[in-house]
């Protein structure tokens, strides 16, 4: 009866482990990817260009970042010519590496609190007419 007690409390702690999900730690030299949810804004009037930087954004800043596009939608101009970074949050050198993963220039990243954050963005791109020249200079 001890025995099979015993054996029962050792086949439930290993389902317990196994339905947890439980996994090997990462090795010291392999980082976790930073979880970001971003706001992508059209502000150069080209029709889809929120939605293609959106895709470009997921899949380029991998696997150092993982992006999270909770808002896109349209700026509220389209003259702007220069694709901008804009930190929500104070982690400025956070948003120059995501910058530079996305082929964004340091000088067109900048920190500005967001009045109202209930989506809790971290960052807001705002897709500029040079948006496709962004693109290429990331993917090189």
Do not use: W
Request: glycine share 6%.
């Amino acid at each position: 009866m001890v025995v099979s007690l015993s054996i029962l409390v050792f086949v439930g702690s290993f389902a317990a482990k196994f339905m947890q999900g439980e996994t090997a730690p990462l090795p010291e030299t392999e980082k976790r990817p930073i979880n970001v949810k971003v706001e992508i804004l059209n502000g150069c009037g080209q029709s889809g260009a929120a939605a293609e930087f959106a895709k470009f954004a997921k899949l380029t800043a991998r696997p150092e970042f993982i992006v999270d596009v909770v808002k896109e939608e349209n700026f509220r101009s389209f003259d702007q010519e220069k694709t901008l970074l804009i930190a929500r949050k104070p982690e400025l050198e956070q948003a120059q590496q995501l910058a530079r993963k996305l082929g964004i220039a340091e000088e067109r990243v900048t920190h500005r609190e967001m009045d109202g954050n209930f989506l809790d963005v971290d960052y807001t791109m705002i897709v500029g007419s040079d948006y496709e020249m962004v693109m290429a200079v990331a993917r090189k």
